[in-house]
């Protein structure tokens, strides 16, 4: 099981996150071409090593983080608010 | 030599020493017709399909570890074609029919046992989708049945069946012809029969790099040097998005780790595969005695093929609250695999879009029992440069033509499924 470092909370066991997928995802912009959609909605580039991922806090703060986490060996690389906000805006 | 009563028998008597070896272990040659990556059930089906139906016996597999040490040794062992919508129907029943001969065509016995696949309903809802299933299975010539609440108590005495359990049992779904078969013996089935036809196994060689010359493959980088080869077929389970990025191909697939369990052997108890997916659980005992249980995904991108506890929690809690006497049993082992996870929850089977390049991938929770259906329809891929009708509908280019196979309406989210 995964320790997550949570910005607000501090590290906290998997079981109190739910895991939002691939963090790179850039929604195209409505009129974007077909290909740009098939990109975004199905294709991923799947690394085997750091991968930049979305967690949310789901059983504690509810925050959303971005986290980077060594898809091989589960080592947390990094770990920080999804969007660009302090934790004091937490409280 | 013939696996027999004879050659059974012959060995008996000098002790069983004097077997021959299954398979060679060559040297790689510089140059294949045809290189098969990943030596799992799935590389080796293709290899020997390709040898016996098409006359290609030219071919390498490619394995880095050793033979069935990927998701084929590590498989809960179902197999089925309970199925409802029609690609997958027709794919999963054409394998389930390779499966009923299958000892016999490659003269090793794979165990395949039609004990009874059992899909538990909870909920009218359950029951409502049971039905809709069972009847296009149905439409579609695969057996199924539809067993009331009081026959599947007399048929699983120890499935707590009461209206006081946790998750009442209101109906389910058999799939008569549904069962296992022994995972490590696929494997060693079709490695025998492909060598015995002339290809070559190699095992401890990795694949590290694909090399493409003018829009076509030219061989593959490996730890035992280049290898030569006009074309090159994918089999590589959870590995296949790596694979495909070695030639610039981006694939509509994530890489999850799926867990597993197998209870100390016990006498005969359960002779019926039983599943629920409204708990997402799934049993059978093994002809050793174990109870094999899974399983979820441990819900995040992972190559790390290792255990985790609390999935491993959800598991035993499931099987308790339907199997209330197997809480005296103790865990043996547990384990996980690398699994591709799919955008729409089916298999990629066919060419990429680099010339001569092709994969069998994207299993999910459940390639092991399509292991014969596709190791024939990608060799028979390979062998024509273009897709057979069964396995057409599961080309890469489904996903930008909107055609996604959905089987659990679930949507691209590729840990959904
Ligand atoms: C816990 C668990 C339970 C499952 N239960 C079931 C079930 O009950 N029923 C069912 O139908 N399916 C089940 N599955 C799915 C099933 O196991 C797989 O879909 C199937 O075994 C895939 O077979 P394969 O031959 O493609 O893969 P594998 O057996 O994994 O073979 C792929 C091989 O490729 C090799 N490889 C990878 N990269 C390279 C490289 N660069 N160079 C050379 N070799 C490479 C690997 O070492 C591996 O041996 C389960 C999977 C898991 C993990
Ligand atoms: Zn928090």
Redesign the pocket.
């Known amino acids: 099981m995964l320790l997550i470092p949570c910005p607000w909370c501090g590290a906290r066991a998997q079981i109190e996150f739910t895991y939002g997928g691939d963090a790179t995802l850039q929604r195209p912009a409505v009129d974007a071409t077909e290909t740009d959609w098939v990109q975004y909605v199905f294709l991923r580039d799947n690394p085997a090593g750091a991968h930049q991922e979305l967690w949310q806090h789901s059983a504690g703060c509810r925050q959303w983080l971005r986290v980077s986490r060594d898809t091989r060996t589960h080592e947390i690389l990094e770990s920080a608010p999804a969007v660009e906000a302090s934790p004091g805006d937490a409280r | 030599m013939k696996y027999s009563i004879f050659s059974l028998a012959r060995n008996a008597l000098s002790y069983h020493e004097r077997w021959p070896l299954a398979w060679r272990s060559p040297r790689a040659k510089s140059r294949y017709d045809v290189v098969i ?7 080796l089906a293709t290899a020997y399909y390709l040898a016996k139906e098409h006359g290609i016996s030219n071919v390498a597999v ?4 050793y033979l ?5 040794g ?6 089925r074609s309970n199925y409802h919508l029609d690609p997958n129907a027709h794919f999963y029943e054409m394998s389930l029919k390779l499966w009923e001969g299958l000892s016999r065509d490659l003269n090793f016995n794979v165990m395949y046992s039609a004990r009874g696949v059992l899909n538990l309903c909870h909920s009218p809802a359950d029951i409502d989708a049971a039905m809709r299933r069972g009847n296009a299975m149905r439409l579609n010539g695969i057996d199924a049945q539809f067993l009331s609440r009081d026959d599947i108590a007399r048929r699983i005495p120890n499935l707590d069946c009461s209206p006081q359990a946790r998750f009442p049992i209101q109906g389910g779904l058999l799939q008569p012809r549904g069962g296992t078969a022994r995972h490590d013996a696929v494997a060693w089935g079709y490695a025998r029969a492909a060598d015995a036809r002339g290809v070559d196994i190699i095992q401890q ?3 590290t790099g694909i090399r493409v010359d003018n829009g076509a493959v030219a061989g593959v980088e490996t730890t035992q040097g280049f290898i030569a080869a006009g074309k090159i077929g994918l ?5 296949s998005s ?2 495909a990025a070695m030639a610039g191909i981006r694939l509509p697939i994530e890489s999850h780790t ?3 369990l197998v209870s100390d052997p016990v006498k005969p108890v359960l002779d019926t595969v039983v599943t629920s997916g409204a708990v997402h659980f799934y049993i059978s005992q093994s002809d050793k005695g174990e109870l094999v249980m ?2 979820d995904l441990d819900f995040c991108n992972s190559y790390a093929q290792r255990g985790n506890l609390p999935m491993i929690e959800h598991v035993i809690a499931a099987c308790l609250a339907l199997f209330p006497s197997f809480g005296r049993l103790k865990v043996m082992r547990t384990w ?2 690398v ?1 591709d996870m799919s955008m729409d929850g089916s298999p990629i089977i066919g060419l990429l879009p680099v010339k001569g390049l092709s994969m069998t ?1 994207g ?1 999910c ?7 014969p259906a596709s190791g024939w329809l990608h060799a028979y891929t390979i062998a024509r440069g273009e897709p057979h009708h069964l396995n057409a509908a599961f080309a890469l280019d489904r996903f930008e033509r909107g055609e996604v196979i959905d089987e659990k309406g679930a949507g691209p989210t590729p840990w959904a499924h």
């Open positions: 990556v990943g030596g799992g059930g799935h590389g490619l394995e880095k570890g069935g040490g990927g998701n084929t590590r498989n809960t062992t179902i197999v060689c990795e694949v089999a590589v389970a959870g590995h790596r694979l799926l867990q597993a899974g399983g996980g695999g699994c991938g299993w929770y459940g390639g092991f029992k399509a292991t």
